[in-house]
């Protein structure tokens, strides 16, 4: 009896959280536009710009003025970039800035009207159930980490890596505002080209991919910030050595890196600050 009435009891507030959800999303709708143009192209294009410059104004700050100081003991490449050299900082910035401000919108566009625009995804107007949140964001966390993969992997490619590649590690220490301080070339292929591929291939819903695109940004420059905190995920001393190293860990998980031998974790460089 108890167990059956507390079940009752979680299904039923289950439902009303739902439908309050559901009416949030209506209204948001409703302030921005349900347009496509809008749910395509605009609010990707302000998710992405917002969630960048949030994150990249902190460490930004961080690196300019070596401050706070009990948070330096947590810096990988101790000495390097401490403080950032401004000139380089600006040089990085302007780049960035013609990535996110013309080569995005551009990109976006391009995909709506030649992909997006023509393919049947799921209603706009209702959420997706929990269950299909999850399984989509899991397929597209396994093929974007395939994607880039091999993508960034072909960019280090002797025949083409001095002419795209070679322009993002010029930071063989980074810092989080050079996440997107790249070739536009790169920036299509390798930050915005995986996102469309899943985007096509699995169809989720629109939530999904805002959802999605503020985590990889997010995710990305994590792994960028020269920074490994106590709860920084493995993967920011796995992404940091392959700007030291060059010709190790393409991926973001490691998981490909592995598989094919290029996974590598130098225990000097690596080692867990205590």
């Excluded at 992405?48 to 810096?75: E, G, Q, V």
């Excluded at 490449?77 to 950032?84: A, F, I, L």
């Excluded at 996440?179 to 985007?199: A, K, R």
Aim: positive net charge.
């Amino acid at each position: 009896m108890i167990t059956s009435t507390l079940i009752n009891k979680i299904s039923t507030n289950w439902c009303q959280c739902g439908e309050l959800l559901q009416n949030k999303w209506i209204t948001f709708l409703n302030s921005v536009g349900d347009d496509s143009v809008t749910i395509w192209i605009v609010v990707p294009f302000i998710l992405s710009l917002i969630s960048f410059w949030l994150y990249a104004a902190i460490f930004t700050l961080m690196d300019l003025t070596n401050k706070p100081h009990f948070l330096r003991k947590y810096k990988i490449q101790v000495g390097v970039n401490e403080p950032v050299d401004k000139n380089r900082l600006w040089k990085a910035t302007k780049q960035v800035l013609f990535n996110q401000l013309i080569i995005t919108p551009a990109m976006l566009s391009l995909s709506y009207f030649a992909f997006f625009k023509y393919l049947n995804f799921p209603s706009v107007h209702v959420l997706p159930s929990m269950r299909s949140f999850l399984i989509d964001i899991s397929l597209m966390v396994a093929l974007e980490e395939a994607c880039f993969y091999y993508v960034h992997r072909a960019l280090h490619h002797r025949s083409i890596y001095k002419y795209i590649h070679k322009q993002h590690h010029e930071w063989t220490a980074p810092v989080a505002i050079i996440t997107l301080y790249c070739h536009p070339i790169e920036h299509i292929c390798s930050n915005l080209g995986p996102i469309g591929v899943l985007t096509v291939l699995i169809r989720p819903h629109i939530l999904n991919v805002w959802f999605f695109i503020v985590l990889a940004i997010l995710n990305s420059m994590t792994d960028h910030t020269g920074y490994s905190f106590p709860f920084s995920p493995n993967s920011v001393r796995f992404h940091d050595l392959h700007h030291a190293k060059f010709h190790y860990n393409f991926g973001v998980m490691g998981w490909l890196d592995k598989l094919h031998g290029t996974y590598k974790e130098d225990k000097n460089d690596m080692k867990k600050i205590k």
